[in-house]
Antibody
Framework: QLLESGGGLIQPGGSLRLSCVGS????????MSWVRQTPAKGLEWVSI????????FYADSVKGRFIISRDNSKNTLYLDMRGLRVGDTAVYFC?????????????????WGQGTLVTVSS | SYELTQPPSVSVAPGQTATISCGGN??????VHWYRQKPGQAPVVVVF???DRPSGIPERFSGSNSGDTATLTISRVEAEDEADYYC???????????FGGGTKVTVL
């Protein structure tokens, strides 16, 4: 099970940290990803991280502003967002990959959380 | 950057077959995954690695992938299949996960 938190209303230019707690499995054995969805649009990938936290990649739209990280001792995935824009308004999902290493980045996102809403508005 | 193109909508009568395409440059060389998303819910994998089904997904769901087009086929469509469907790949050139724009399946 995955449970996101940290969403809310934030002004443009502000910062926010999202968290995703995994339970019921060995957290370190799985890579993780953040995916967002706006009310009018489809799914947009945001970022991905391997099981050890050593390899990360970002969508062009968030690179340099968002940082993905994980604390395996706390079974928790993070997304630190800064320089938030109105266009970042979305429901943010965390999702679990099939396995831990970067070779698994091409695999499906098998388990998803229910999402947390981030609203960027003045 | 790599792009996947899906039709915005597909309409199908109950009991008939729905076909959803996912177009991309040489997508046949990549593994394609398909997700179903119902309103207010998180996406769920219905097909992975082009044509495999997770446990619990009916055999009515099948996938194929060749050339520049991947396809999700839903046979004997039921009312419960009404949802948005997304294809997804990993683009190793850009190190990006890529989603298609999504297809809304309406059961008439």
């Amino acid at each position: 099970q995955l449970l996101e938190s940290g969403g809310g209303l934030i002004q443009p230019g502000g910062s926010l940290r999202l968290s995703c707690v995994g339970s019921g499995y060995s957290f370190t054995n799985f890579g993780m990803s953040w995916v967002r969805q706006t009310p009018a649009k489809g799914l947009e990938w945001v970022s991905i991280i391997d099981g050890g936290g050593d390899s990360t990649f970002y969508a062009d739209s968030v690179k340099g502003r968002f940082i993905i990280s994980r604390d395996n001792s706390k079974n928790t995935l993070y997304l630190d967002m800064r320089g938030l824009r109105v266009g970042d308004t979305a429901v943010y999902f965390c999702a679990r990959m099939f396995c831990a290493n970067t070779a698994c980045f091409g695999r499906e996102l098998g388990t998803w959380g229910q999402g947390t809403l981030v609203t960027v508005s003045s | 950057s790599y792009e996947l193109t899906q039709p915005p909508s597909v309409s199908v009568a109950p009991g008939q077959t729905a076909t959803i395409s996912c177009g991309g440059n040489n997508v046949g060389s990549k593994s394609v995954h398909w997700y179903r998303q119902k309103p207010g819910q998180a996406p769920v994998v219905v097909v992975f690695d082009d044509s495999d089904r997770p446990s619990g997904i009916p055999e009515r769901f099948s996938g194929s992938n060749s050339g520049d087009t991947a396809t999700l086929t839903i046979s004997r469509v039921e009312a419960e299949d009404e949802a948005d469907y997304y294809c997804q790949v990993w683009d190793s050139t850009s190190d990006h996960v890529v989603f298609g724009g999504g297809t809304k399946v309406t059961v008439l």
